[in-house]
């Protein structure tokens, strides 16, 4: 019998409503929900193509352990039993920070909440981390600073109600496809639309603004326009007054900022610069989204801090069609967030280093806690290289592909004693791991995802999970078991969300229920909001007032020269997904974009001699892979993309993994490369085919 099943979309954050269509244990198709409140009837081309990721070809379906150079089948008991010795011997004889966990945020709050538990708990470690770090962990940091919390301010639908519309360094209708509709609908209806990208994005394109600024000039740009908007008295000054502390600190700091200098550093005119801080500060409210090309830079918190302090001189917080919006990319990355995936913060972003809230949770949970400070993601892999890390399991991601730098990453995880990975599908991380567990997908499980609005909502089973494959909570729940550890006897997925509403205080009015009725709430949803929050700070923020901090302008890690002479950047592309391992199931979404590209400017292209899809050699100091070029005016002169989705073009074998001071956060944005032209009939070989040659030559 076919029946339609309500549940999200499993890609990006903006949280679609689908229908699950099954038959049996197969999903058929998708449909949109009309009367979802964000999608309202729509979905993007992966939201249509969900079904194909649910397939049950290539799927791991069984536990597998290690046999040489493949894997053989196992029960879950004798592979639990490996995981028990290896983990309990390593936490045991060289120190819990010797192990760690990635969570993942394409699973649910309920998967997040129990690994997280696990790792502190049973592994007594606060090494767990997920995606965020590679992705808004500068947005965390930052905002938590100037505002006191780190999530989007406001709603999707204050698109809608905004009179400006600001787009910095973020594609959303690539990214977050039904939100660039959305705001596609806002400009036809008279918003004035002002983008900020060093490329010509399809918003870029109807924008009434584009500042296309040099690749990470970010700050400078943003400290030139609140330098013109205080010297011109543009402010917003009832609003500084009463909520905003610092402003002679912050007036000192960036005078040094003049339009003329800020030209030189990002290339942006002068006039359009102060057109666009006329703009701005005179919107009557204006929403500002910003993404990637903000925060994967080794200044992504500082990027972050000066939008909030352009945001907040202005006013352009705390009311309808305002804000200061990270669109948050994965389906759950901002619930991963939320459910204390992070070394630094527990659920609902209590500080790990507070004894308080150790303590706090060691009694809710009913045992001791981790009490050193735990490693980032990129810090865990550092430890690898040097010996001082010993086992990781990770749950549903790709770092060999979705990291920077691939061939220090694969380095790293060669040498663990031991490597699990959870997964759906055998991943390239997947085919380096010790034991692989196999996982079930969204349309196999009970549970909920929190969008980029801070919407919780109901994720919901469809169709029995194919062989043994298992929720992620139930996974973890086996594995405490088999550690002997108390506290992870849940019986469905609702017993997992009371234990987390129980002690994450910005979800304290949630339910299962009451996600049903309300099609998701927004937290913060407690006492004080027990209906949730569209619109966060609207009289005042969680520090009291918010902070105005300056930040200087720094330089990329690594800049074009002789050698390496285009700046190289890394994006998305609407038909494919991260890793790809969901999306390249689709023949659909294949026939779109089947192959990694490489977008070049065509004064470039007539330089180096190449033609439309000419193949080259991508090199960079770490490595090279082989592709075909678009000849295309997206990227100005001197600036080449990639995209990041193919694993047999994977764009981080070029990419740089300087950091973050703050947030560890890698520069995913930035580096130099040059350009290879290859034979004109030659065929770019895959990544694979270019290592299988390079051993062989190491061996002659
Ligand atoms: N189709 C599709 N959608 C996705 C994903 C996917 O893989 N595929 N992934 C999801 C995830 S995990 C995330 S985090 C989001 C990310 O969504 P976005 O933030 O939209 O992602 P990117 O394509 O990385 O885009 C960043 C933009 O920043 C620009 N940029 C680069 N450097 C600078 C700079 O110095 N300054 C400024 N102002 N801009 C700059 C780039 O040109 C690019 O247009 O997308 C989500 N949605
Ligand atoms: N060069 C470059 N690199 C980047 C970026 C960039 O812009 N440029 N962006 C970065 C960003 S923003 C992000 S978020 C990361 C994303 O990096 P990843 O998180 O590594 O990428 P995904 O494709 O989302 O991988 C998720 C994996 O989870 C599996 N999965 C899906 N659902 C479940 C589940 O319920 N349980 C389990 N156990 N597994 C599941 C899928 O099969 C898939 O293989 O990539 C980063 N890497
Ligand atoms: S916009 Fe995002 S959530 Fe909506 S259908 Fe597309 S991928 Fe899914
Ligand atoms: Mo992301």
């Given amino acids: 019998m076919i029946k339609t099943t309500p549940s999200v979309c499993p890609y990006c954050g903006t949280g679609c409503g689908i229908g699950l269509r099954s038959d049996g244990d197969k999903v058929i198709g998708v449909e949109p929900i009309s009367s979802h409140p964000i999608s309202k009837g729509r979905l993007c081309s992966k939201g249509w193509s969900a079904a194909f990721a649910t397939g049950h070809e290539n799927r791991v379906t069984s536990p597998m352990i290690r046999e040489g150079e493949g894997f053989r089948k196992a ?116 918003a004035l639309l002002m983008v900020v990208d060093p490329r010509r994005t399809r918003l870029a394109e109807i924008a009434d603004v584009h500042l296309q600024l040099r690749l990470g000039t970010n700050v400078a740009l943003l400290n030139g326009l609140v330098n013109i908007i205080l010297e011109r008295g543009w402010e917003d000054k009832a609003f500084v007054a009463e909520r905003v502390d610092d402003l002679d600190v912050m007036r000192k700091a960036i005078a040094e900022y003049t339009p003329e200098r800020v030209e030189e550093i990002t290339g942006v005119p002068v006039d359009q610069q102060i057109q666009f801080a006329r703009l701005y500060s005179h919107a009557r409210a204006a929403f500002l989204a910003y993404g990637m090309g903000v925060t994967q830079y080794v200044s992504g918190t500082n990027n972050v801090m000066s939008i909030s302090n352009l945001a907040l001189i202005c006013g352009h917080v705390g009311k309808q069609g305002a804000g200061i919006n990270p669109l948050r990319g994965q389906n759950n990355v901002q619930g991963a967030c939320d459910m204390g995936c992070l070394p630094c913060q527990y659920p609902g972003y209590q500080q790990a280093n507070d004894p308080a809230v150790r303590d706090k949770f060691a009694k809710a949970w009913g045992t001791t806690v981790g009490q050193i400070p735990g490693m980032t993601s990129l810090g865990m892999n550092e430890a690898m290289l040097d010996d001082a890390f010993h086992a990781l399991m990770i749950f549903g991601e790709d770092p060999v592909l979705t990291d920077p730098d691939q061939n220090q990453v694969t380095k790293a995880l060669k040498k663990l004693d031991c ?183 065509p004064r470039d292209a007539n330089n180096q001699k190449l033609f439309n899809h000419a193949p080259v050699g991508v090199r960079s100091r770490r490595g090279y892979i082989e592709t075909r070029v678009v000849v295309t005016d997206q990227v100005p002169p001197g600036l080449l993309s990639i995209p990041y989705h193919f694993f047999d073009t994977p764009s981080n074998q070029l990419t740089n993994d300087a950091q973050d001071p703050v947030t560890r956060m890698p520069e995913l944005k930035a580096c130099a490369v040059r350009v290879e032209p290859l034979a004109r009939d030659a065929e770019p070989k895959s990544i694979h085919t270019l290592r299988a040659l390079h051993e062989a030559e190491l061996a002659e």
């Fill in 75 to 190: 029960s879950w008991d004798e592979a639990l039993t490996l995981i028990h010795e290896k983990f309990s011997y390593h936490r045991d004889h060289h120190g819990p920070e010797t192990v760690g966990m990635i969570s993942c945020a394409r699973a649910t709050n309920e998967d997040n909440y129990a690994i997280q538990k696990f790792a502190r708990t049973v592994l007594k470690t606060n090494n767990i981390d997920h995606c965020a770090r590679i992705c808004h962990s500068p947005s965390v940091a930052g905002l938590q600073q100037t505002l006191g919390s780190g999530a989007m301010t406001n709603s999707i639908a204050d698109v809608g109600k905004a009179d400006v519309i600001v787009v910095f360094g973020c594609d959303p209708t690539e990214s977050h496809s039904i939100i660039g509709s959305d705001i596609m609908k806002a400009k036809e209806a008279g």
């Fill in 419 to 601: 490597l699990v990975v959870v997964e759906m599908v055998m991943t390239e991380t997947a085919q380096l791991a010790d034991v692989v567990l196999p996982a079930a997908c969204f349309a196999e499980k009970n549970g909920t995802f929190a969008s980029c609005e801070r919407r919780v909502q109901r994720v919901r089973k469809a169709v029995n999970p194919p062989g043994e494959c298992k929720s992620d909570w139930q996974t973890i729940a086996m594995m405490a078991e088999k550690f002997g550890a108390k506290g992870f006897g849940w019986a469905n997925s609702e017993e997992v969300f009371n234990e987390i509403v129980s002690v994450t205080p910005i979800y304290s009015h949630m339910s299962y229920p009451r996600l049903d009725e309300s099609r998701g709430l927004q937290w913060p949803c407690n006492t004080h909001h027990p209906d949730g929050s569209p619109v966060l700070h609207e009289r005042s923020f969680p520090i009291g007032k918010a902070r105005l901090i300056p930040v200087h302008n720094l330089p990329t890690a690594e800049q074009p020269d002789v050698e390496y002479p285009y700046y190289l950047t890394t994006i998305r592309l609407h038909f494919h997904y991260g890793c790809g391992s969901m999306t390249r199931k689709s023949p659909l979404l294949e026939r779109e974009s089947p192959k990694g590209l490489l977008f070049m400017n």
